[in-house]
């Protein structure tokens, strides 16, 4: 069963309709409940990246409101959701793996409902792929159209059959929708969605569409009522934030947007994600280096340190454009740190290519990266272009570019050692209670002992131990 309903309604009275179905699934789950003694689980996983890991936290707020309980034992679960992502094929094969296993899961428990969404499902060939080879999934949906769950839910629970609702393209963001945040002192918050970028190898512009500012205000307030509830850290997320407003009916830049949020009582850190080099303005740094609460940590996605592969990738910057605006945001803001999201065996990286990366990565040093071999994903222009890399130089380079990041890495954190930090304690260790985990404002992961009661602190910590991922410290007390 498909469903399309070409007249989307004014957000507000897609939110309240979509209310409706939240409560009609309640009363059936609060009945089921009370007839078993045993309510209904939810199992859910986000893949991907932090968009994801976001919106599934308003995914897993909707399915509380219609009286699903949460777990982390699949195996257990009445209702299972994956909110998939196709930026790698890994990620993919992940899912096909699990598809798999969850064959026999629903042959044992045909009631169980399995629910896929997410960037994976805008694909065309995945769906074919569903509707061919796995017929026991229940209801999918993409990126778009999350806000739908409990309709689709709805329908698939009073019809018995699979409905399929993909859309093609964005038509009504609709805000205010409940969520479950996985860390009650922290937050993230989306200021925008999509990409206008087409870097050749990526899939996002096409399955997440162009992109789309959110009203500041809707932001503000979003901010303010996470701040009311306890929230002191905020991450504002988008793919490409330094073009936050751009397209906005008023035009605002995202630097403004951050003195608005700057305003808010009782946030006391603020973080953001992904800079594009491209776009990162002088005003932003400008801001960056003037507002306190702005953490001194910059991820700046560099991909690639050959200016001729970064054409190819259509990045729009150089490695000299790249190296020039690291010193520069290093000038203004003299004790920031950088991290970064490199790439590997790009089509027709050679060895020279791939040792002017190492070349950035030991100019920029970076105190975090995230790194990745390329993967070739159908529809991208860098699909089919015809000098793929050999898979065993892939790995040989990739093997070389961990050993000089973990030398910088480790370098950079030595020179921390002895010293005092502010680490704002986000939660225990997940192997010991005894032990909390946090982050300095520089974004150094730090793992000290303590009491439960510091989480949700910012709380002073000497550094004592570098594992060059994360460093362990004592917490400081009677300051
Ligand atoms: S900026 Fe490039 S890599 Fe990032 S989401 Fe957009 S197209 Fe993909």
Known sequence: MS??????????????????????????????????????????????CQMNAHDSEKLEGMLTEMGYVATQEESEADMIIYNTCCVRENAE?????????LKHYKK???????????????????????????????????????????????????????????WQEHRETVEDLPQIRHFPYKASVNIMFGCNNFCSYCIVPYVRGRERSRQPQDILQEVKKLSADGVKEIM?????????????????????????????EGIERIRFMTSHPKDLSDELIETMAELPKVCNNLHLPVQSGSSRILQEMNRHYSKEDYLL????????????????????????????????????VKKADYSTAFTF??????????????????????????????????????????????????????????????????????????????????IGQFVPVKLTENKTYYMIGERVTGE
């Open 3 to 48: 469903i399309e309903r070409n007249n989307v309604l004014p957000a507000q009275k897609e939110l309240e309709r979509q209310q409706e179905f939240i409560d009609s699934i309640r009363k059936q789950n609060d009945a089921y409940a009370k007839e078993t003694g045993r309510q209904k689980k939810f199992y859910s996983l986000a893949m991907g």
């Open 93 to 101: 094969l992940k899912v096909y793996g699990k598809l798999g296993w």
């Open 108 to 166: 044992e428990h045909p009631d169980a409902i399995i629910a896929l969404c997410g960037c994976m499902m805008q694909q065309d060939s995945v769906l074919q792929t569903l509707r061919q080879k796995y017929r026991h999934v229940d209801v999918v949906f993409g990126t778009f159209n999350l806000y739908k769950l409990p309709e689709l839910l709805q329908t698939r629970l009073e019809s018995g059959r699979t409905v399929y609702d993909i």
């Open 236 to 264: 504002l997320l988008g793919q490409n934030v330094n073009s936050y407003g751009k397209t906005l009916e008023e035009p605002i830049s995202f630097a403004k947007l951050l003195r608005m949020v700057h305003e808010v």
């Open 325 to 360: 605006l690291v010193e520069k945001v290093r000038k203004a803001i003299p004790d920031i740190t950088l991290s970064t999201d490199i790439m590997v065996g790009f089509p027709g990286e050679e060895e020279e290519d791939f040792l002017e990366t190492l070349d950035v």
């Open 373 to 454: 071999i390329y993967s070739k994903r159908t529809g991208t222009p860098a699909a089919v272009m015809e000098n793929q890399v050999p898979e065993e130089v892939v790995k040989e380079r990739f093997s070389r570019l961990l050993e000089t990041l973990d030398d910088g890495i480790h370098r950079l954190h030595e020179k921390l050692l002895g010293q005092t930090v502010i680490v704002f304690a986000e939660e225990c260790s997940k192997q010991d209670s005894h032990i909390l985990t946090g982050r300095t404002e520089h974004n150094t992961l730090v793992h000290f002992a303590a009491d439960q009661t510091d």
